[in-house]
């Protein structure tokens, strides 16, 4: 039970005073489209915005895989947290005051705990570093980070102890919590109690994406220490494969320059920052999961691999690229001079050479083609087929298959084997007979979505996209008839909406390819709504029905003349047909729609 006492009222403010897109904005790079914010969705893995934000509604739904409600919902799908924990969370950032009960309730949120605890264990390592001739301190100093830079990172020190930590903590949080934090390590089995876990480590912090402490990356500072780098144990809040270290500070750097720069390690990030490439985070030591590719998806459109220039980097970039390109990144992979890391280069090069070096990354099939070198003199057939074949198992990975088809015909070029004998075996992985819209080609920009009109009549279009808008359907639902609509799957979304009990509601579509349909017609730009827009569609709609209508008597009366059948009815109903065309015609007003 929480002891929050979150009435209607409390709800009411906490909505008002939350900004939506804001909170979105955090997970998914949102751009203005007209009135509303599109995405990508961050509950699953698109490649064409199917993700609305409206922010005066203060609504978010996705088309393609119908999740949806207000901020509160969004908070508590995004972090997977309870009701209560998602008000207090957005309660405390946007200001609201929550009342609470008198009594708090028996049961702790053990979460929130661990999240105190870590904090609690952040600022005890970073007072030790603050403190007079500690080693991390000398080791920093050695290593040309700046005492700014160590503060701006926030950087730690776990002293050489079993028990400092410990001693700190205990007081104010149970054992079994600390335990569970990943800060204490129990005794071996048979011994009661625990012992710090972090001892003589400089410490990077790992922070969730609201940049609260989730955990620790500690690097030892003894020379026989074990192991170099040891990082926190997996906890409720700490998941290594989702997690990408500096990413609560790198995001809005990310949004700003359309990219993202991945490095390796703790140093490597570090280097970066210091060289003014903000927008770094750091894989932890391993290749970039699928995971971790996926959450940059929703942050920017293109990745800067920066990997060490050894065998074992080179190899963790290929893995890296190969995530990458599967999500549909425009990627780029920066050279290192080899045995040198970013950190290496720093020092030796300066900043300006560092930064210098991001920029200028190649593409990443030009990297892969130097990797590789299957141009190499002297090499016989099958080693160039064996060096050709780890570049061709990566663009497979391709989701869009016009995208993977260039991308071969620029392998062909450089690598000098045929077009063809490439293609065979690229094209079979990969997923064949997507459509290339929303894909693009590594090096070109952010895409505007290209929308097709699905085959159906811009009109229609112009319908759904008042239906999605939430405008004008007590209008819709009085004026528009069924018959004057001619694309099955437009009626179908008509029929869903004219079920509605709200307006700002978005209906269930059964039907895959209506929810596409809808998306697509919301996504669409091109129709301006103004005041006399609506009115403008419907009387469009309808004169395109009644068009239809009198060519479809025209060919009755023509067939009743040769038949010689009585045409009078016909001609009356044309007549009334003609009159109906004639009177819509005056409300035409202000911009036109053009078929
Ligand atoms: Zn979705």
Redesign the pocket.
Known sequence: MSDLDITDAVMAELRAASDIVQVIGEHTRLKKAGRSWKGL?P??N?RTP??TVDREKGLYH?F????GGDVIHFVRQIDRLDFPEAVEALASRFGVTIPRRASRGPRDDRREKLLEALAAAHRFYQAQLAKPGNKAAAYLKERDVSEELGKRLSLGYAPDSWDALSRALLPAFPESLLVEAGLLQPRQEGKSGSYDRFRDRLLFVLRDERGRPVGFGGRTLSPEGEPKYLNSPESPVFQKKRLLYGLSDARDAMRKHDRAVVVEGYFDHLALVAAGIEETVASMGTALTPEQAGKLRRLAPAVVVCYDGDPAGRAATRGALSHLLAEGFSARVVRLPPGRDPHDVLRVEGPERLAARIEEAPDYLTWLLEDANPQEPGLTSAEKSGRLSSLVEILGVIPDTILRHEECRRLARHSGVPLDLLWDRIKPSGRSGEPATGTRAPGTPQPVPVLSDGGILETERALLSLLVRGESIPLIRETLKDEWLTDESVKRIVAAYRKLDFPSQIPHLSDENDTKVLARADLEEKFEPSPTWPGQVLDRIQKAYLERRVRSINEAITTAKTEGQPEDDLLKELLEIQKEIQRLKPSWKGKALVD
């Open positions: 969705c509950f699953h698109e199917s993700f996705c393609g895989c119908g999740a």
